[in-house]
């Protein structure tokens, strides 16, 4: 019999999603190898991880022995080595990006220093990983893999030193006081390098072996600056220094370590050539820092995400029996039986902070996922390019420029209906793997930033909003779900790799590729016809709020302020951060609504997901319809002050000044109206926006959460 | 006796114990609520005998495990993501219900018929492990039949202890009142053993443990043959959770003798 909209109620949520919703939204239904490694990883911190915090290990800096034995539980649950390829020891073929950063939610889950604990090892081997010689991965990789059964021998940890004292290294990666120079350099000899170097907040710098550190040459035989490999047992000064006094993530060790080695070259990062006398490091210290954080980066933003799904469950728990124990608060009352869930407030604020770990973790297992697709890509274009003589750098990306056209071609005529388009040419730039770089690459690009900046800084604001849903408790050590923690915690995830600043710097660059502009245009045609076929997920609402975005930016590009200074300039911070900031939002919001669309689609052959699919999908597609509110609210707002804001005050009567924007009677300028009606058209697409908000209240005081939490507090 | 075994565990899946259960009644009779939406685990009690199944058979190279377990497919393939990472088995999955309302001799049949049809399954080396009694139910049946459709004689049940002599034969220390064991000796096979805990911790994960398991969990998975457990005959006057329930508090710092004297007044109470 079908059902009555007018009459049947509307299915919603029933239990809290579980692996197997997560498995089909998250695009890994299919990966054995990645559920498995969730099912490890998430025994190590609902375990070891929680254990350790309950009992306060976090309320020292120094890495202890209780501390230490997280180290072995990560080896023994596969995290040490699921970075490593089979061929080096490790148990996941291909790319790992995606692997990487559902270790990183399960175990921030708990606690983000132990997630950052595991995290660092891979950063230490990143360098190695993306840039390294053959011999320098195998060497290394093959080291930091736990011993198999018979083998004799310690396993190897690294550390990743960049970062230096103040006042050097810190947002300006560019500057490096750390030192490479000549120690000795026989004839026919491979030369021995000094190396001098000072780092600050090195994490696992406790127990690390080896360390990758950033140098620049003080040498002329020297080119430029490189990232070298330090050994622990190489000749001179390898001493750890004093644990980082830092205030959070204590379940990861961070010193500020002193190094004065020598070392051969061949511990240069990628090799090098000599020319004239002269060692050229085949890689500068920037270009591999580039490779590495642009993925890593995005493993530090999902744990935030994470962080914020976890505060689900304790917060529904804590409300609901929160009056229950009260003599005066009996069983079968609304007081005993929904507690503090009988007030709309609490509620609301709740759905605010699920709706906004949905898009979180969705946007960063977005970018994660991308990455993937991109490493293979990548490694073909890079084989391309050297057999055409064209050196990385200022070479690739003068080689770009030609093939940016193509790339736009294929954008185009992949928007094209398939009978009306010339598909032969569409096969051939699918089939370009330089084009599909280039595509994919623009992605990225906005991606990884957007996961760092947006799912830390504004997750660290709304973690604070799922601290104070706790009352008192949240602020203390007894909080379920460890939710001060976290909140403190994210404040660290917001200022490693790279602070908030360096994020929007780079946005502020990337989102203004042509490439990525083309595919941020077809977004918003594929959101509108989302918007058509599911009218309640909020498609619409973010794809009208995506149109003001970019007229926004076209605006800003090319007008002046009210003294006639160009708006968007790289130096004009005031104009192209927000302008980032508000990209996040959009970008995010996107990516929440395809993981919802991808459940609705795929999880009906999922006999156990189709049980309780249509209230899941109409739930999750409420969240999505709250969340793309606030989307487009805060992108819009973004968008008003950066349009008007730069103009100057109305004029009184008669007169006009420069830049002024309205028209004697204070209407704007026919320059702006297609912005005034953009705004209109995303005020009114709201509509609907705060009953799903209501529904997905209502929700949370019916569905069933377990008896417990899974770890301890 | 052999000095390698075939281990047939019989074992399937449970609600997560951490989650609310609670029973509803619908047209086919009574279930709990939500069930298929609520992660599911391997059941304590099976999981108790796989991991004794598995230790045996590596001290005893040449030696067999198996497990079958009926339940829902798409279930069972969840909860194999964790147990096939603990020790190494080969699965014989049954797409069928799992759960405390079905009823013991139509599986048992099913398991029977599934352990008969093992390809090269050789009966003097074999010992039929499982549960002595499970998660979701406490009747401790559904085993003792497995072994009498299978002709199995020697039975035990709610073993701690299975100890094999240089003679080959083994020693077995089953639970009886008082907290004591009944010690028997048994000198062939087939064997079938109902374990209650046994003295082995859970293994830890090891995803390249699964990653091996998996090569012959996913195909077993991917043909689990569906089977109709139908409970005809079988009603249920009616479903209720225990009347005495313990209302979880966190108390940090409790003495011992603290926490003893509550549970003594609450096992009073019933």
Redesign the interface.
Known sequence: MEKNPDTDPRETLKTLPGDDVRQIMWRYQDRYDLQMLIQSSRSVARGIVARLVAEGARNSHDWTAEKNALLPAFDAAGITTCFMDPQQGGFIEGPKNLALSLVAMELAWVDAGASTCSLAGNLALSPIHERGTPEQRDYYMSRCVPPQNGEQRKIWRGAFSLTEPLPYVGVETGLLSGKVSIAEWGVGQEPILQVEKRARFITNMGFANFTTAAVESADPRIKGSCIIILEETDPGVFDRGVPTRKMVHQLSSTNDPVFSLKVPASRIIGGYTVKDGVIHPKFNHSEIIEAVFRRTRVGVGLMTAAKLLSAVEPIIRYHRNRFRGAASVNPGTPRYDQGLQQKEDCLQRLVDIWATGEAAASLGLAAARLFDELDPVEKIKDQKFAEQGIAPGMAQMKAFRGISKQALEFISLAAQPAAERDQARYEALKTDAVVQYLILDSQANVLCPATKLWNTGHGANVMRDAVSLMGGYGITEDCPGFLGHKWMDAQLEATYEGPEAVQRRQLSVTMTNEVFLAVFRSWIRELRLIGTERPGIGADTLATAMELWSWTLEYLQKNTDAHGAKLYHGNRQGVSFPLADALCWLVASRSQILDVLELAAKGPANTVVAEGLDGLVNFFSDLCAVQAASAAGESARICAESVYGYSALPAGPGGKGPGDQTDASGAVTAALEPFVRLRIKLDASLAGSRLAKDRAAEALTKVMIPEALDYPV | MPTSYHIVVCGSIVP?P???L?PVTTPTGPAL??E????AVLDPWAGHALFEAAHLAKQHPGSKVWLVSIG????LQ?VM??V??KVPFELIAIDGPAGGFTESAEIAAALAEAIQGLPGLDKSRLLVFGGWESATRGAGTTLQMVGERLGIVDQFQGVDQLTVRPDGSFQVLERIEGGRHQVSSCGALPALCGWATGNLPEP?????V??LN?RTV?PALQRAKPTKISNEGVTFPSVSLPKQRRE?K?V?DMPPDDIAREIVEWIGKE
Do not use: S, W, Y
């Open positions: 997560d951490l989650q609310t609670e609520k939500n298929l939406l609520l992660p829902p497919k798409a279930k969840q993501m964790t096939a990472q830890p994960n090891n995803p390249q699964g990653m998996m996913m979880t966190i940090k």
